[in-house]
C-alpha cells in the first residue's frame, strides 16, 4: 500500500491534459458484452477500476488489451457469465455486467455489491427493472441469480434517479424485444455518452441527453468503437487545488458545459474562469469566498466533488454549508479533515464548514476514492508535511495524480511499503 507524501505550499500553475472518464469507461466497457466482436475504447485512462472490470471481463472469457490508452476487448469469447464476489467487493461497478449479460446470453449470476465506505448503497432499482423486462431474479448466498429468455420492452420509471441502475436497464432494453421506456433516467454526462456509444453499436435510442429514454430493441448489435469522455470530476479535482493554492492552471481536453456546476461555483468563490471549447482556465482569488454547496443529480453539483469541495472550504474566508442530498453520509472525509485543522460540524446531510486561516500538516487517512482527493488536496495548502495514508483508493480514479500535480509544481511523492 503506498502514501502520498506532501509538503504544502506550493501554488499550481501550469497546464495539464485531463484524463478519460472513469464512471464513463465502467460503462463502455461492459457494452463490449452485447456483441461480438472487437470493442475499441480510446481515451481510457489508466486506472484501478478499468484494470478491475478487465480481470472481470477476462474472468468471462473476453481478450482485453490496453496500450496507450486505448482499451481492445474481444467479446467472442465470452462464455462464463458470472460476477464473483472478489470482483465486486472492490469495485461496484462491476454490477453492470448484469443487464449485458442477462441481455445476450440469458443468464447472469453477479455477487451483490453489498454496502460502501460511507454508507449503503442499494440496487433494487437495477433489479426491479430487469424483472419489469420480464428477467427472473433470484437472491442467493450473496449472489444475483439472474435468467431470461428473450427480454421484451416495457415501461421503467425510477423512483430515484440513479446513474448505475439507468446505465444496467439501457444495456438489456437495447437487445429486448420491443420497445422500453425508461422515464426519470440519470442524464449524467456518462449515460450520455453510454447511450451514444450504444446507438454507436446498432441500438435505437431516442431521447439521448433527456431523462426520457425511448429504446427499440434489435436483435444484435455489432462491435463498435469510441472516444471516452473527459473526467469532469478529475477536471473540478484541479481546478480546486489550484483554486485553494492561489495558483493559474489551464485544462485542456475538458467539457467545459459538463462542468457548469462547479465553475460557476468556483466563480462565486472569487475564482476568475475562461473558457474556450475544451480548456479551463482558473486564477485563483487572493481570498476564497465562503460558497454553500448541495451535491445533486446532474446538471447539479456532483456529489463525487463534495468532499473536495469542503477541502477548499476548510479555508475560506468564512462559513459555508456543505448538503449531500445523493449519499446522506458521505463524509468520511470530514474527521480527517479536522485532523489537519478544519473546522467541521456535521448536521445531518450537511457539513458546516467554518474557515480557518490555516491549516497543518498531519498524516491522514484515505476512506474511498473522493475523500483521497479532498485529503490531498488539503495536503497542498496545509503547512508542513502531510502524510496521505493508503493510497490504493486514489488509483481507483485519477490517473498518475501525482506526476500531474508535480508538472504544475506541487511538491508530492509517492511512497511504497507495506506498513501505510
Ligand atoms: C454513480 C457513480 C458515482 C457517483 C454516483 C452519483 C459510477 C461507476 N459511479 O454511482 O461515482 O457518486 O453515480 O452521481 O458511475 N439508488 C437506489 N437504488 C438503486 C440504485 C441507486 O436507491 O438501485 C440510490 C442511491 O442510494 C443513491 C442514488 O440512488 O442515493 C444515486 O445513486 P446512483 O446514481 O445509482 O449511483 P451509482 O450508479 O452507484
Redesign the pocket.
Known amino acids: 500500500m503506498d502514501k502520498f507524501v506532501i509538503r504544502g505550499g506550493e501554488r499550481l500553475n501550469g497546464t495539464v491534459e485531463v484524463s478519460g472518464a ?2 464513463a469507461s ?2 463502455l466497457m461492459p457494452a463490449a458484452l452485447l456483441a461480438s466482436g472487437i470493442t475499441r475504447l480510446r481515451n481510457t485512462p489508466a486506472l484501478r ?1 478499468v484494470s478491475t472490470m478487465s480481470t472481470l471481463l477476462k474472468s468471462m472469457g473476453a481478450k482485453v488489451d490496453f496500450k496507450n490508452n486505448t482499451l481492445a476487448i474481444d467479446s467472442r469469447g465470452v462464455k462464463h457469465f458470472e460476477a464473483p464476489y472478489e470482483h465486486v467487493k472492490k469495485m ?2 462491476s454490477i ?1 455486467v448484469l443487464g449485458p449479460l442477462i441481455a445476450r446470453f440469458g443468464q447472469a449470476r453477479v455477487s451483490l455489491p453489498g454496502g460502501c465506505a460511507w454508507g ?9 427493472g430487469l424483472q419489469k423486462l420480464g428477467a427472473q431474479i433470484e437472491l442467493e448466498g450473496g449472489y444475483i441469480n439472474a435468467k431470461a429468455d428473450r427480454l421484451t420492452g416495457t415501461k421503467i420509471h425510477f ?9 444496467n436497464i439501457l444495456m438489456a432494453a437495447v437487445l429486448a424485444s420491443g420497445t422500453t421506456l425508461i422515464e426519470n433516467a ?1 442524464i ?1 454526462p ?1 449515460m450520455t455518452s453510454l447511450a451514444e456509444f450504444l446507438v454507436a453499436m446498432g441500438a435505437k435510442i431516442d431521447g439521448i441527453g433527456t431523462n426520457r429514454l425511448e429504446i427499440e430493441g434489435v436483435d444484435s448489435l455489432k462491435a463498435a468503437e469510441t472516444r471516452t469522455i473527459p473526467d469532469r ?1 478529475e477536471a473540478g479535482t484541479f481546478l480546486v487545488a489550484a483554486a485553494m493554492t492561489g495558483g493559474e492552471i489551464t485544462l485542456t481536453g475538458v467539457r467545459p458545459d459538463q462542468l457548469s456546476a462547479v465553475t460557476a461555483k468556483l466563480e462565486d468563490a472569487g475564482c476568475t474562469i475562461g473558457f474556450t471549447e475544451d480548456t479551463i482556465t482558473l486564477t485563483a482569488p487572493e481570498t476564497i469566498r465562503p460558497v454553500d454547496v448541495t451535491a445533486n ?2 446538471p447539479g453539483f ?3 466533488m463534495q468532499a473536495q469541495w469542503t477541502a477548499m472550504m476548510s479555508i475560506a474566508d468564512g462559513t459555508s454549508i456543505i448538503t449531500d442530498s ?3 453520509d458521505r463524509f468520511k472525509h470530514v474527521p480527517e479533515l479536522v485532523r489537519l485543522g478544519a473546522n467541521i460540524e456535521i448536521k445531518e446531510n450537511a457539513a458546516v464548514v467554518r474557515g480557518v486561516p490555516r491549516i497543518t500538516g498531519a498524516k491522514v487517512m484515505s476512506t474511498d ?2 475523500a483521497s482527493a479532498s485529503l490531498i488536496l488539503a495536503g497542498l495548502v496545509a503547512s508542513g508535511t502531510t502524510e496521505v495514508l493508503r493510497v490504493y483508493h486514489i488509483d481507483r480514479g485519477y490517473e498518475a495524480i501525482e506526476k500531474k500535480l508535480q508538472t504544475l509544481g506541487a511538491d508530492i511523492q509517492r511512497v511504497t511499503g507495506e506498513e501505510f
Open positions: 472513469k464512471n465502467l460503462a477500476d461496484r461497478a453492470y449503503p448503497r442499494p440496487v433494487n432499482l437495477h433489479l426491479e423512483d430515484v434517479s440513479s446513474v448505475g441502475a439507468t446505465g440519470a449524467e456518462e470530476i443529480i446532474y456532483p456529489t463525487d445523493i449519499y446522506f476514492l473522493r
